[in-house]
């Protein structure tokens, strides 16, 4: 995706027309699960269906695999921190969220993952800060309003 088409998504997503936020959070998922192309996608997707089976193990080696081959893959990156999250092992997917954020900083799936990360570990300003970062980059993100006010209720 070049990059006046990838402003052109990321202005979207701060629209207030829900349908063209919606197009533009499609388009953006689209390129993350099709960065390495087919083939890639093909992979993640047998990982979601390994996930879907219960076979978290399986699912856990074919994506790790995936990002010792590719470790610019950053969607295999969150894939894993999403299935470290279920397992509840949050530090692992905090990791992961934070691996996927250096390969591309306005993820929102990994900035409102890591925010989840966060406030399961209990550390809630942390919590706080990625769902603010989650914000800037989709500012309707309505389960992202609500899990900053309930983490900043749990510092009162």
């Known amino acids: 995706m070049d990059d006046s088409t990838l402003e052109i998504l990321l202005q979207s997503l701060r629209q207030e027309d829900e349908y063209q936020?919606?197009?533009?959070?499609?388009?953006?998922?689209?390129?993350?699960?099709?960065?390495?192309?087919?083939?890639?996608n093909q992979r993640l997707q047998t990982a979601q269906a390994l996930v879907d089976q219960g076979e978290l193990d399986a699912a856990e080696a074919l994506l790790s695999a995936l990002v010792a081959e590719l470790p610019d893959f950053a969607e295999a990156w969150n894939r894993r921190a999403?299935?470290?999250?279920?397992?509840?092992?949050?530090?692992?997917?905090?990791?992961?969220?934070?691996?996927?954020?250096?390969?591309?900083?306005?993820?929102?799936?990994?900035?409102h993952g890591l925010g989840l990360c966060h406030a399961a570990l209990e550390q809630y300003e942390d919590a706080i800060q990625a769902f603010r970062r989650a914000l800037?980059?989709?500012?309707?993100?309505?389960?992202?309003?609500?899990?900053?006010?309930?983490?900043?209720?749990?510092?009162s």
């Open 21 to 40: 936020r919606e197009l533009a959070t499609a388009a953006l998922w689209q390129s993350w699960f099709y960065q390495k192309g087919a083939e890639g």
């Open 82 to 111: 999403v299935l470290f999250f279920v397992q509840h092992r949050y530090r692992e997917a905090r990791a992961d969220c934070q691996r996927v954020l250096e390969l591309v900083p306005y993820h929102f799936g990994a900035l």
């Open 136 to 155: 800037v980059v989709q500012p309707y993100a309505l389960i992202n309003q609500r899990l900053l006010l309930e983490c900043t209720a749990q510092l």
